[in-house]
């Protein structure tokens, strides 16, 4: 079955810090993987996308990583903001079929001045 | 580019009664939408995906009957709830995949809607 963990599920944070969330996934076969940010009563928005063979790509403060021989995936925030706090949910997709992705619960992230 | 709407953005409605909500793809043509609802705290859920002029496809456990999708143009999707309870105060969020453009695997979300039954 496919699947996707995110750790932690919850993070408090002093603004000005770093921050690295984590998203494991048994997807298979696998197609890409997405970030996305939500924030409360919002649609998500994508932050990254990375396919099989990208290892990272950042987005401003935002980089991701990905190992997809360990099937793992990082989210790295740096010097947060106020704005930073949100839900941030990690998307498999599969190849092939109807490219329906697998969500992760997400992990809530809350930034403190 | 790739801009989703959805409207209402928040609606409240009696116990018993219908909603709809609209889903719309402004620029570019949806040939996929699919429907999420999100519980508070909680991951999204696919509810159903449907296709330009084919009917919905819906996930075990979600009654068709009840929520009824229609796709019946490439830049619109609508949801309707049916009979609505309680139980089916969420937050409905729908998403938009143009293939082969913008993308054959990017899914391009609504800004959602908060629906509250009475």
């Known amino acids: 079955k496919n699947q996707v963990e995110q750790s932690p599920q919850s993070l408090i944070i002093l603004e000005g810090k770093n921050c690295t969330l984590q998203?494991?996934?048994?997807?298979?076969?696998?197609?890409?993987l997405r970030w996305y940010k939500q924030d409360t009563g919002r649609g998500p928005v994508s932050l990254t996308i990375m396919t099989f063979s990208e290892n990272t790509k950042s987005n401003g403060r935002y980089t991701a990583t990905l190992d997809a021989d360990t099937k793992q995936s990082s989210l790295h925030i740096t010097a947060s903001q106020l704005s930073d706090s949100a839900s941030y949910i990690c998307v498999v997709n599969g190849s092939g079929g109807s490219y329906i992705p697998t969500f992760g619960r997400g992990t809530s992230l809350i930034v403190h001045p | 580019g790739a801009v989703v709407s959805q409207h209402p953005s928040w609606v409240i409605c009696k116990s018993g009664t219908s909603v709809k909500i609209e889903c719309r793809s402004l620029d570019f043509q949806a040939t996929t939408m699919f429907w999420y609802r999100q519980f508070p705290k909680q991951s999204l859920m696919l509810m159903a995906t449907s296709n330009e002029g084919s009917k919905a496809t819906y996930e075990q456990g979600v009654e068709k009957d009840k929520f009824l999708i229609n796709h019946a143009s490439l830049t619109l999707s609508t949801l309707t709830v049916t009979s609505a309870h309680p139980e089916d105060s969420s937050f409905y969020i729908c998403?938009?995949?143009?293939?082969?453009?913008?993308?054959?695997?990017?899914?391009?979300f609504g800004p959602g809607t908060r629906l509250t039954v009475t």
């Open positions: 998203c494991n996934y048994t997807v298979s076969p696998f197609s890409n």
């Open positions: 998403s938009a995949r143009g293939a082969p453009r913008p993308s054959s695997y990017e899914q391009y």
